[in-house]
């Protein structure tokens, strides 16, 4: 089983790729991402043996991506772009599929992924946020960017959390902390109090709200939504507050 995932901008592509990958019995679809750096923490982190990889991508294009990865695994470029062939080819990809892609010319540049790669390695889950460093006492210890990297925030400091997909965005004042983790996992590791979740994608210091108008919370100049869910709880507690 050849361990891939498909890479793309265009979430249509990513479905495309994801749809052949599963006809084929002997490979395992990890996942699909527009995000090409999210595509690369999955690579780095040994996760997967082939990717389908488009080249015409803002954040960080296909080639950009094959000179930072190295060889940790085999790219299959796609692209409606011939040009960059040879280049693409200087990187020692295993094939270049030209947009459309036929399932028949896909089919082609599995087996030829397959003939070099004949012992991959075990299949292993879709990747899964990776849980941040307990926390202690009035500080919180997030991972940073690179694997042995940790950072340290106060509580005191955290005006609000933002989902973003398997990711979260925490914000303090002058600073904005990325990094990847669920919203659901770090609700479970802040003190509530303060902190509430009073929507799907957000979190907030109770703390550190302005003022609540109705359905949206002020902190500082940002202004955040608040679910049907959760506006029960957050006016009980606003209330208690209060008093």
């Not at 040879?86 to 992924?113: M, N, S, T, W």
């Not at 919203?183 to 802040?190: A, F, R, T």
Request: proline share 7%.
């Amino acid at each position: 089983m050849l361990r891939c995932i498909a890479v793309d901008d265009e979430a249509y592509a990513t479905r495309l790729l994801a749809s052949y990958i599963q006809k084929i019995p002997t490979l395992t679809l990890v996942g699909t991402t527009t995000n090409p750096i999210e595509a690369l923490h999955w690579v780095q982190e040994g996760r997967v043996d082939l990717v389908f990889l488009d080249i015409q991508m803002p954040e960080l294009t296909g080639l950009q991506f094959l000179k930072i990865c190295g060889n940790r695994c085999k790219v299959v470029l796609t692209t409606a772009y011939p040009e960059y062939a040879l280049e693409g080819y200087e990187h020692d990809v295993v094939d270049y599929l030209l947009k459309p892609i036929a399932f028949d010319r896909f089919l082609r540049a599995v087996q030829k992924a397959q003939a070099l790669l004949p012992a991959p390695a075990a299949v292993a889950p879709p990747p899964t946020p990776t849980p941040a460093a307990p926390s202690t006492g009035s500080s919180l210890f997030v991972k940073g960017e690179s694997k042995n990297k940790f950072l340290r925030l106060d509580y005191a400091d955290i005006l609000y959390v933002e989902a973003l997909k398997n990711y979260v965005s925490i914000v303090t004042p002058g600073q904005r902390v990325v990094t990847y983790q669920t919203l659901k996992d770090l609700s479970e590791q802040l003190p509530q109090p303060p902190f509430l979740r009073v929507h799907k994608s957000y979190l907030v210091s109770l703390d550190k709200i302005r003022m609540v108008d109705g359905n949206t919370i002020y902190i500082e100049d940002q202004q955040i939504p608040v679910g049907e869910t959760y506006r029960d709880t957050l006016f009980r507690l606003v209330r208690d507050r209060g008093e």
